[in-house]
């Protein structure tokens, strides 16, 4: 049992920083996506606003979504891991 603990553990751990690895990538190519959508020809300026809205909206969602889960994996992760190392 406490094998599998000290396995759950690594592998939440890992698994925790890829969360968070992921949300931090999807917030930069958010920011990239609204960029590049910003260079088109011929927008008006409520276009450029509302791009520029959805674009760090885009970011921060996949931001929050990547750290917070990552958190919560991490957690377990340490939890098991203290669970193991006292039985």
Do not use: P, Y
């Amino acid at each position: 049992m406490v094998d599998l603990m000290l396995k759950l553990a690594r592998a939440c751990r890992i698994f925790g920083l890829a969360l968070i690895a992921v949300g931090v990538l999807g917030a930069i190519f958010g920011a990239v996506h609204m960029m590049r959508a910003l260079s088109a020809a011929g927008l008006s300026e409520s276009d450029k606003v509302r791009i520029q809205a959805n674009g760090v909206t885009e970011a921060l969602f996949d931001l929050a979504f990547g750290v917070i889960l990552g958190s919560v994996v991490l957690a377990v992760g340490w939890f098991a891991g203290r669970r193991a190392r006292r039985a």
